[in-house]
């Protein structure tokens, strides 16, 4: 069974409605209008896109709004992102499946079931190059550190508790997780683990952290990386990793895993390549010269996998462009 890497935006249901009303479908659409928003609590940033409907499984009005993670607020020069997706802008024909959950402004409101799929861009920021896929600001420009030691922390009770004797072994996974991304030769970027903190993710809070939560069950979604940054020059400003509590995670050093195991480290590498500010590289394995699977940012892993530990040819091109040494 293959499990997505990719983030799955799953946001809470409004309450009142019935079964038929969360059942998923898809939809494809052109964006008309986003409309970004901040929860003040945490600093994230979401969206309410506005999708003229070109194609639908269901019967919906002309015009749909979808909830969905990540956004620029200009006013802020603050942007947040999402697992390296793509931001959605005004002209993008998008597919995406959906549930619907209530109403906003009068119109049907959906949120995502899965990460969302742009089929034609008004621009063409996002174009993948050489097996790799950088990501840019709404205006073009690369998204990426400005410096090349980035500190970050493990909410360490979080992972004494899901873990108990093992913990130190999770936590070992994890910074080998980073350490993936320290060995190229031409690249200069480094990720340094600083200890434990009690701090949250994901929220805005001046802390680059990594800890376990509930995010959509066994099965499903294994990690999610976010990332705020300023939309005037690109500049990441802090990142935050969630790893999925329900899965059941290996955290063995030997790179044999257990068939029914999520290799952890592997998980851990693909999470801190989307902090690094690299994207998906396709899933259709005829793109990059048939080698697209081999590359740890490929947005799915099976269980038992532990080859995403090290980084490959597109992963070293991409941190090589980014961050490359003087």
Partial sequence: ?????????????????????????????????????????????????????RESEVKLPQVVVVKVLGGEIPELDLGFGVDGQPLIGEGDLIKVTVVIIGEYEGKTLLKPKGQIEVITYKTKFDTPESCYRLIRTGS???????????????????????????????????????????????????????????????????????????????????????????????????????????EKWYVGKSKKVPSDKVDLASVAAHEFGHWAALGHVPRNPKKCGGTSKLNTMYPEISKGDSKYRDIYVGDLNGIKRLYPKP
């Fill in 140 to 246: 073009g420009k690369l998204i990426k550190w400005r410096r090349k030691r980035i500190p970050f922390y493990i909410n360490i009770k979080n992972v004494k508790k899901l873990f108990k004797k093992n913990s130190k072994a999770a936590i070992k996974r994890i910074t080998e997780g980073a350490l993936a991304w320290d060995k190229p030769e031409g690249a200069h970027f480094h990720l340094r683990y600083k200890g434990g903190k009690k701090a949250k993710a994901p929220k805005r809070d001046n802390k680059n952290v990594v800890m376990f939560t509930k995010i959509d069950g066994k099965g499903g979604t294994l990690g999610i990386a976010y990332y705020w940054y300023e939309i005037s020059t690109g500049k990441i400003l802090e990142a935050d990793t969630i790893f999925d509590r329900s």
């Fill in 1 to 53: 069974m293959l499990l997505v890497l990719a983030v799955l935006l799953i946001l809470s249901p409004l309450a009142g409605f019935n079964k038929e009303s969360t059942m998923p479908f898809s939809l494809v659409g052109i964006v008309s209008r986003v409309k970004p928003f901040m929860d003040v609590r945490t600093g994230v940033i979401y969206s309410y896109v506005y999708l003229s409907v």
